[in-house]
């Protein structure tokens, strides 16, 4: 179980670079073309920035200070090289604006199209890997934290790496373009500032594991945000009738107050850091300038070079940040990796054995064989349970609530997997079963049934989506649901907001077991779903339920008497032990038996309300 537990933060692999690399490789795949072909692009694109400045020096030189008498043979034709320059350099700006456009027009298409393309990819895995984990994974996990890894990991571990990877190109060739031109126009000078510039970035290193503790304190909060606004969502009701308003409320400003104390935070440590480095770098150039006028009054330099070299060096802090903020990026886009590929590396604790046979109906019986259960480890919630139930028998399950009557029957459709002993169909552990082919045995009314958004016809066709038309009127006529639609103006597809909210309980109830009933599964499991319904609407779902269990082997588990005599046997399960078994008749025979008491205490009362 433990491991289904997701942390919040960093997981245990967001520093296995090479394994993230080949994890997440397959998704690349398809896209490296493309991928490869930006990241060519961004070498030029990084380049660019020297070209400017090392344009400067033949500007300065040749135009500016040039010689107009100056003149080169071109096909034995004289040309004025100071008009000449001055001639082209309007062009060539606007020829270089161009290229450059161009060059980053295609550049942020592609990493826009291969950062899609990966991130859906990934996503896609992704929601396969959650609709298929099993309810213990839901019960250990909050929706904010798993909503959270959902939506924002998959785009920063995919797109972001290929953004970062651009940028890391771009800026390093950036780099190795403008250091060019300062060797170019001076060594000496070029070692002056290359080493300032290094001094003013290094505090860069020095805050990222800041940087990476507040992103990891921000997605914890983002997460538990998450939780509240979904717990403000399904349990709106509850809230509104104990009037939490006020705490929800509280919970969320604190929530804000964290968050902004863990950005405020990291404002205080990264927010000085560009003053120093700004205050460094002037240091440097106001070395250099002095250094330099002394090259060029000693004839050692031209004023282009100088200005060229100067031009450089300012443009040469901006890629020198962005590379270090690069690299913080990067390492971020490996945490979030570390997450998705956590969700990925998640194994479903239930699934089909490798030679899995398929399920077809049942011949004979249902069997529990010594079975032990818990859902926490050492918490024993069924005890040695025994219990046989026959090919289209009914078998009502009682006793007190808490005693494990909702466990038993989640066992059937390996909703959880017992801890030892079996549960059999036909006398074949279920775990040999293919997991779909089991369920498919299987019809499940709940006490609240969940109704997906989407028409009621929908609803009803998640049952069997092949039904024909006459099979779902059959359907909507046996659970009793045919007045009811006809008073929809759209009739069966009306659309049922999220959860079904528009419908009454009893509605959704019958919604639910038209559902079931399309199924036509030889195995049915009622569990209380009658008893969050009112009296009047109570009778009518339970005559829908009485069709829905025709010929059909049942387990249900219900609070009504007249199901529970009805049924063929009845088991008691107390505090996780089937502590009686029988008909109405022989159980009401057991001197201090449970079933009598519970009899005494409930139902009789019930008898005596209804017979008034
Ligand atoms: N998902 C779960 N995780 C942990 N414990 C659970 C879970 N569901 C039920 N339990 C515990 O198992 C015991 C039996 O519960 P349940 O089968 O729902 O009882 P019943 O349906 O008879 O009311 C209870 O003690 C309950 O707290
Ligand atoms: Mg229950």
Redo the contacts with the bound molecule.
């Keep these: 179980m433990s491991d289904y537990v997701l942390k919040n933060t960093v997981s245990k692999d967001a520093f296995k670079y090479g394994y993230l690399l080949k994890k997440i490789f397959p998704y690349i795949k398809p896209v490296l073309g493309r991928a490869f072909i930006n990241l060519l692009i961004a070498i030029p694109l990084g380049l660019l920035d020297g070209v400017v400045a090392l344009s400067l020096k033949p500007y300065l030189d040749l135009v500016i200070n040039g010689d107009p008498e100056k003149i080169y043979m071109l096909w034995g034709h004289p040309i004025h090289i100071q008009a000449a320059f001055a001639a082209i350099i309007p062009f060539g700006i606007i020829a270089f604006a161009l290229f450059q456009g161009v060059l980053k027009y295609i550049s942020n298409y592609l990493t826009d199209w291969t950062g899609w393309k990966v991130s859906n990819a990934l996503k896609v895995d992704l929601f396969k890997k959650l609709t298929h984990l099993d309810?213990?994974f839901y019960?250990v996990n909050s929706s904010g934290l798993v909503l959270t890894r959902f939506l924002s990991d998959p785009d920063t571990a995919s797109r972001s790496i290929i953004e970062s990877l651009k940028s890391f190109i771009a800026t390093f060739f950036g780099l190795v373009g403008l250091v060019g031109v300062l060797l170019y126009n001076s060594w000496r000078l070029a070692l002056i500032g290359c080493t300032i510039m290094a001094i003013a970035v290094t505090p860069v290193i020095f805050i990222r594991k800041k940087i990476k503790s507040v992103s990891n304190a921000s997605m914890v909060v983002g997460g538990n945000m998450t939780t509240n606004f979904n717990e403000t969502f399904s349990g709106n009701k509850i809230m509104a009738a104990y009037n939490l308003q006020e705490d929800q409320n509280r919970k969320f400003e604190n929530q804000i107050h964290q968050q902004f104390d863990l950005a405020m935070s990291l404002t205080k440590r990264v927010g000085w850091m560009s003053p120093i480095m700004y205050f460094v770098c002037s240091i440097g150039i106001a070395i250099v300038m002095a250094y330099g006028n002394h090259l060029i009054l000693t004839g050692q330099m031209t004023a282009g070079s100088f200005a060229s070299f100067v031009t450089s060096l300012l443009l040469l802090y901006k890629p020198t940040k962005t590379l270090g903020n690069t690299l913080t990026s990067l390492q971020g886009t490996f945490v979030a990796m570390g997450r998705v590929f956590e969700l990925f590396d998640l194994q479903p604790h239930i699934q089909s054995a490798p030679d899995a046979i398929k399920a077809h109906g049942l011949e004979q019986s249902i069997e529990f064989k010594n079975v032990y259960f818990e859902?926490?480890k050492d918490?024993p919630?069924l005890k040695n349970f025994n219990l046989t139930v026959k090919k289209n028998e009914t078998l009502a399950?009682v006793?007190?609530?808490?005693?494990?009557?909702?466990?038993?029957v989640?066992l059937i459709p390996r909703f959880?997997d017992v801890t030892s002993g079996s549960v059999r169909l036909d006398g074949i552990d279920i775990r040999r079963f293919e997991l779909d082919s089991l369920r498919d045995q299987i019809s499940f009314v709940f006490q609240d049934n969940f109704l997906f958004s989407g028409t009621i016809r929908d609803n009803i066709m998640m049952g069997n989506e092949h039904a024909t038309e006459e099979e779902v009127e059959r359907v909507v006529k046996m659970s009793h649901l045919d007045e009811f639609i006809a008073t929809l103006e759209k009739g069966l597809d009306t659309y049922v907001g999220e959860r079904g909210t528009t419908l009454s309980g009893g509605q959704r109830q019958r919604v639910a077991i038209a559902r079931a009933m399309l199924k036509d599964a030889p195995i049915v499991i009622l569990?209380?779903a009658t008893s969050a319904l009112d009296n009047k609407s109570e009778a009518i779902v339970q005559k829908a339920l009485d069709n829905l269990i025709q010929n059909k082997t049942v387990f249900v588990?219900a609070h009504r008497l007249s199901t529970i005599k009805n049924a063929d046997r009845i088991a008691v399960?107390n505090e996780?032990e089937l502590a009686e078994l029988g008909t109405h008749d022989e159980l009401m025979q057991v001197q201090d038996g449970i079933y009598k008491k519970l009899y005494e205490m409930q139902f009789k009362s019930q008898e005596e309300a209804q017979e008034v």
């Design positions: 309810p213990q019960d859902y926490e918490v919630v399950l006793g007190n609530s808490g005693g494990g009557k909702s466990t038993v989640s959880y569990d209380e588990i399960v996780g």
